[in-house]
């Protein structure tokens, strides 16, 4: 089983389908990165925001991560209290 794998935020921003991908992603994978494109917004708020706005959508199990423009994504085994 692969440990983490990289998706790309582009200019759409984030729609259902690409929370739907990122779910999928998640049933084979730990660790997901996103890198956040240029044309997606290319700044450290815009980045947080996505961010945030993801780990919303996916739930408590889930942590994130800003390194520059990559947001870094992993999903724990336990609820996090």
Do not use: C, D
């Not at 990122?22 to 084979?28: E, I, V």
């Not at 706005?53 to 991560?65: C, D, P, S």
């Amino acid at each position: 089983m692969p440990f983490s794998t990289t998706i790309q935020l582009g200019k759409q921003g984030l729609t259902n389908n690409f929370l739907e991908t990122l779910k999928t992603h998640f049933k084979k994978h730990q660790n997901v990165k996103i890198s956040v494109l240029k044309n997606a917004g290319h700044t450290k708020e815009q980045a947080k925001e996505y961010s945030e706005k993801i780990l919303e959508a996916l739930g408590v199990n889930y942590t994130a991560r800003i390194i520059g423009f990559t947001i870094s994504l992993k999903k724990w085994r336990r609820a996090m209290r």
